[in-house]
């Protein structure tokens, strides 16, 4: 990008510029636009999604087991932002502002640390979260957390490997996790799904997973029918 002092070929730079260029050409509304989704809007459309799966999830034979692995979404984000606070304190990278003269900086006045990118931390451990309970509903949550990785460089506050280096956190904490999030999740939706806020669990009049017995008996030979009630142990929809 013209004007942007570089030190020697850098690829992280490199990229930095040909994407922060695209913001030094852009018309004055496009720019405002992608500084809205990248520190507000984007955040907002994954809750807003998170909300839809809920929705969805109460409707669902195994309500509790889907409405736990929802909830875990948001913990995630919130764990790999916790984790993020050493690692930041650790590696003290400045933002690339600080180093590299010429970048259309859409929001100044950041003074934080720049790895790894808070925004792509949480973006990506959500849409994670989203992904392992509803598969549809969260392609589209990963296809926002990549577009807020890529507004975080097109802003200038970020260098593209401290957006990589948060989607590799928030899909860590999401994935690795989740086991022990759902072991203590599940009976926790239950307990509330018995209770007077069972609403937020079921959805009135929503059928219940019936309670696996013993199969059926069969002749030997015979092709074994599924028992009631089983169901992928994916929790996608």
């Known amino acids: 990008m013209a004007g942007l002092a570089l030190d ?6 490199d990229v930095l510029g040909g994407i922060n260029g695209l913001a030094k050409d852009a018309p004055h509304w496009i720019n405002r636009v992608m500084e809205y989704l990248g520190e507000y809007g984007i955040i907002a459309a994954l809750a807003i999604l998170c909300l839809i799966a809920w929705w969805a999830a109460r409707k669902r034979p195994d309500a509790p087991v889907a409405v736990a692995g929802l909830v875990w979404a948001p913990l995630a984000a919130g764990i790999a932002l916790l984790v993020n606070i050493p690692i930041r304190a650790f590696v003290e990278r400045p933002r690339p502002f600080k180093e590299h003269a010429g ?12 790895f790894v990118s808070d925004h792509a931390t949480l973006t990506m451990a959500v849409a994670v979260g989203l992904f392992i309970a ?22 200038g506050v970020h260098y593209p490997t401290d957006v990589i280096g948060g989607f590799a956190l928030g899909t860590a904490v999401a994935l690795l996790l989740a086991p022990l999030a759902q072991a203590a999740l599940v009976p926790l939706t239950e307990a509330v799904g018995r ?7 079921r959805a009135p009049g929503a059928a219940e997973e019936p309670e696996q017995g013993p199969g059926p008996v069969v002749p030997a030979g015979s092709a074994v029918p599924p028992r009631a009630g089983e169901r992928d142990s994916d929790l996608a929809a």
Do not use: Q, W
């Not at 589209?140 to 990549?146: E, I, K, R, S, T």
């Not at 209770?195 to 669990?201: D, N, P, Q, Y």
């Open 195 to 201: 209770s007077r806020a069972a609403a937020l669990v």
């Open 134 to 155: 509803h598969r549809k509903i969260g392609l589209v949550g990963l296809g926002l957390a990549l577009l807020e990785g890529f507004c975080r460089v097109y802003m």
């Open 8 to 13: 020697g070929s850098n690829p992280d730079v």
């Open 103 to 114: 970048l259309e900086v859409l929001i100044p006045g950041k003074t934080d640390f720049s």
